[in-house]
């Protein structure tokens, strides 16, 4: 936890975030108004009129896109797509990764499927608690863990059941659309699956230093940021 | 020095975007963007996300509700709204009003997308309805609704040909192009030509193989992070490939060899990395629609213009 700051982190995107928030409305009202001109342009006898409207609503979006896009601020819809654009460290100083782990009565750990946190998907959820975890109080930390064991608890026996944990829409099954990254469906076997209902839940920070781990997996450092007890 | 004369460049716009197009390809995107959407908001728990517990949306600002008009605590107003949006895209893709239906589909997925993220980040990017959203409302201002179509339009018989069909489906292919383009360039203001070397990619290819909660494929990751050339190759490669794409919109043979190559890339980074790009299939809008359907013999001789977007 100490080696990087949570909460200023937070305050720093916070800050970023309304200027971004009122120019990113702005440019998609633009664009939804000025291609409704465009829309209703087929009512108009002139055809230059027309080309005219069709002109200035390409040149917006052109100008709204782009410039998105060369600055890199994201301006949802209009994105800025910084994906992957940044340099992996080797070594391990970067924001721990949370990892959730289920508590049974003996104190053992089991890691939790994925699909249990749904409807949050894996990714929101760490970025969430890595953004925001540190910020909150006692209260809304109970409030939080109680939450959380609970759909842990439930995916549990959703995984236990005949059926399995069910795919977020039963009509496409396997073929439903995946999130942005894969993870592993570690209780898609009764056999893998936590026997004992769990009464805790714990959150670890991981980190760890590429080459080492290259070498021994288990080289990873582990940093206990969230416990939480079924009272 | 014929760049330096205004009336080049006007005839350039006017060639770029308002050549003879055909409203088959128009339709045929119309028919890709709301299919692809339909399928991955059915996919997404998305109404859910507001019945949250307040805890994970106390730090989401005023600003950020407002944007999207998202205010938690209502997952059934939002399943509804996940409905509408559902039987809109349904009928854009059979054509039953479907610029209507690619409007309020457009609209509601505007509200709906962030809710994925909304807890974090106000801008959901790479979740999958980035291009949807504008997409969608791009083809509602365009006559996307006179080809292919449960009920005829009214505009059926006034057009076979014309400019009104091209400057939409450019501007689907810009949309998707832009999204390789600014990867790419957020890579070298980001990083530099650095992201580029050996051991950046070899960290990359670590990371996403040794990451236990993303790990569903690591050999082609480890294969390549043991390999300099490998990391250097994918490197350059990646940042050719997402600079180079944009190529793919003013010339005929980029769409021909690297459209298709997008796929074999995502593939690469599927199980190289265990990353999913879901946009793929709308890659779809640069396949000229005309002859396919001239190739399954369905119509007669299709537009041959060379300036027609979509010739694949």
């Known amino acids: 936890m100490g080696r990087y700051n949570w909460e200023n982190r937070a305050d720093r995107i916070g800050d970023l ?54 600055t890199q601020h994201n301006l949802w819809p209009f994105s800025s797509w910084p ?32 699909r249990a946190w749904r409807p949050l998907g894996l990714e929101e959820l760490e970025s969430w608690i890595r953004l925001h975890l540190a910020q909150l109080d006692p209260a809304a930390r109970d409030r939080l863990g109680t939450y959380l064991l609970g759909r842990a608890n439930r995916a549990r026996e959703q995984a236990l059941s005949p059926a399995g944990l069910p795919y977020p829409n039963r009509w496409f099954g396997p073929l439903t659309a995946p999130t942005h990254m894969l993870h592993p469906a570690i209780w898609s076997h009764p056999g893998k699956v936590p026997p004992d209902r769990f009464v805790g839940l714990r959150i670890y920070g991981e980190t760890w230093n590429l080459e080492e781990r290259r070498r021994d997996p288990q080289k990873v450092t582990r940093v206990l940021i969230f416990d939480y007890r079924q009272p | 020095m014929k760049f330096l004369d205004p009336s080049w460049w006007i005839a350039a716009w006017n060639r770029f975007w308002f050549a003879r ?47 999207y008009l998202v205010f938690p605590g209502h997952p059934g107003l939002e399943h509804v709204l996940v409905w509408i949006t ?68 009214r505009r059926d018989k006034l057009s076979a040909d014309s400019s009104d069909y091209t400057w939409p489906v450019r501007l689907l292919q810009l949309y998707l192009v832009e999204i390789y383009f600014f990867s790419g360039y957020a890579k070298l203001m980001g990083v530099g030509w650095k992201w580029a070397s050996a051991s950046n990619i070899r960290n990359w290819m670590l990371w996403c193989t040794e990451e236990e909660q993303i790990r569903v494929f690591h050999t082609l990751g480890t294969w390549i992070a043991d390999r300099p050339f490998a990391c250097w190759s994918v490197g350059i490669g990646t940042l050719l490939f997402e600079l180079g794409l ?42 000229d629609w005309d002859r396919v359907v001239a190739w399954f013999k369905l119509q007669p001789k299709p537009d041959s213009s060379p300036t027609a977007p979509g010739v694949a």
């Not at chain 2, 009928?91 to 994925?116: D, I, K």
């Not at chain 2, 690469?268 to 790009?277: D, E, P, R, S």
């Open chain 2, 86 to 153: 559902a039987i809109a895209l349904l009928g854009g893709m059979v054509g039953v009003l479907p610029r209507f239906c690619c409007f309020v589909s457009g609209l509601l997925l505007y509200h709906l997308a962030p809710l994925e993220s909304l807890i974090w980040i106000p801008h959901p990017y790479a979740r999958g309805f980035t291009i949807s959203v504008i997409a969608l409302l791009t083809l509602s201002f365009s006559p996307c609704g006179d080809c292919w179509t449960l009920l005829p339009s």
């Open chain 1, 83 to 114: 994906v992957l654009a940044y340099a992996v460290p080797t070594g391990s100083n970067y924001p721990p990764l949370p990892r959730f782990v289920g508590v049974d009565t003996d104190r053992r750990e089991y890691d939790i499927d994925y």
């Open chain 2, 21 to 67: 197009g055909s409203p088959r390809n128009l339709a045929a995107a119309r028919i890709i963007f709301a299919a692809y959407s339909l399928w991955v908001l059915l996919s997404r728990n998305l109404a859910e996300m507001s019945g949250l517990p307040s805890v994970f949306w106390s730090q989401v600002g005023a600003s950020a509700r407002w944007r």
């Open chain 2, 246 to 287: 944009i190529t793919a919109l003013f010339w005929k043979w980029p769409r021909r060899v690297l459209v298709p190559l997008v796929a074999v890339f995502h593939l690469g980074i599927l199980l190289a990395m265990n990353l999913v790009f879901l946009n793929v299939p709308q890659l779809l809008v640069f396949v």
């Open chain 1, 17 to 70: 975030t309304v200027k971004t928030n009122i120019s990113s409305t702005f440019c998609f009202l633009m664009f939804v108004i000025l291609g409704l001109r465009v829309a209703l342009a087929g009512g108009l006898r002139s055809s230059i009129a027309q080309r005219r409207r069709t002109n200035i609503f390409l040149c917006a979006v052109l100008l709204i896109s782009f410039g998105a896009g060369l």
